[in-house]
């Protein structure tokens, strides 16, 4: 079935430094891509929609210099959270629409971001 | 306003009894409910999806239910197991697009 691989799984940096984060459809293409924010015992908050040769479209109160989307292919889109500060940190998901209608988000298993 | 409204909030259980989780939603125009479970530090994972046609689908041991007049619906864990502890989130998508709404999620623990 469709698979969403996310990298890194774990992240921990200090403060001031700059995280990419990868998400990629393993098994097919997708031009739109999503990007989430979860904070423990939280539902996840979609950030941006990432959309594969254009700019993504960012959610009220993302900021988009922060975090910068690239989705240079079909399937791989980025997230880099420039400057990441201790606020920062929390859990980052991306996912996929699957392939067909009716198709379920397909999510990557989430990066964990520390900022220390 | 789109809201997925899920409770309880969290469930403790013990081992090999069934428990059912609620989802009510205000989403318009409905297009159709998704059940995801979500393991602790993991991305969620599909369980089951209902159209609006649909009133009730199964998966294994998982049973959703949906009634599109009330807006709600129902997942149905029968035997539980230790392994299903986990974060069940409802999601709805609208027939606007991708646009997908959230639930909070019902954090299930299982005990032996």
Redesign the interface.
């Known amino acids: 079935g469709a698979v ?1 691989s ?1 990298h890194p799984s774990w992240v921990i940096c200090k403060s001031g430094t700059s995280v990419k984060i990868e998400c990629r459809s393993l098994d097919f293409q997708a031009t ?1 891509m ?1 990007w989430y924010r979860q904070f423990p ?6 950030m941006a ?1 990432s959309n594969e040769g254009s700019k993504a479209t960012y959610e009220q109160g993302v900021e988009k210099d922060k975090f910068l989307i690239n989705h240079a292919s079909l399937t791989l889109s980025t997230l880099t959270v420039t400057s990441a500060h201790p606020e920062d940190s929390s ?1 980052y ?1 991306c ?1 996929a ?1 699957g392939p067909g209608v ?1 198709q ?7 990066t ?1 971001l520390s900022i220390l | 306003k789109n809201q997925v409204e899920q409770s309880p909030q969290s469930l403790i259980i013990l081992e090999g009894k069934n428990c059912t989780l609620q989802c009510n939603y205000t989403v318009s125009p409905f297009s159709n409910l998704r059940w995801y479970k979500q393991d602790t530090g993991r991305g969620p994972v599909s369980l089951t999806i209902m159209t609006f046609s649909e009133n009730t689908k199964s998966n294994g041991r998982y049973t959703a239910t949906l009634d599109a007049d009330t807006k709600q619906s129902s997942l149905h864990i029968t035997a539980s197991q230790l392994s299903d502890s986990a974060s069940y989130i409802c999601v709805v998508t609208s027939n606007s697009g991708y646009a997908l709404n959230f639930g909070k999620g019902t954090s299930l623990l299982v005990t032996p």
């Open positions: 969403v996310q739109t999503f015992k939280q539902s996840l908050m979609l929609t859990f998901i996912s629409p009716n379920p988000q397909h999510f990557g298993d989430g964990r």
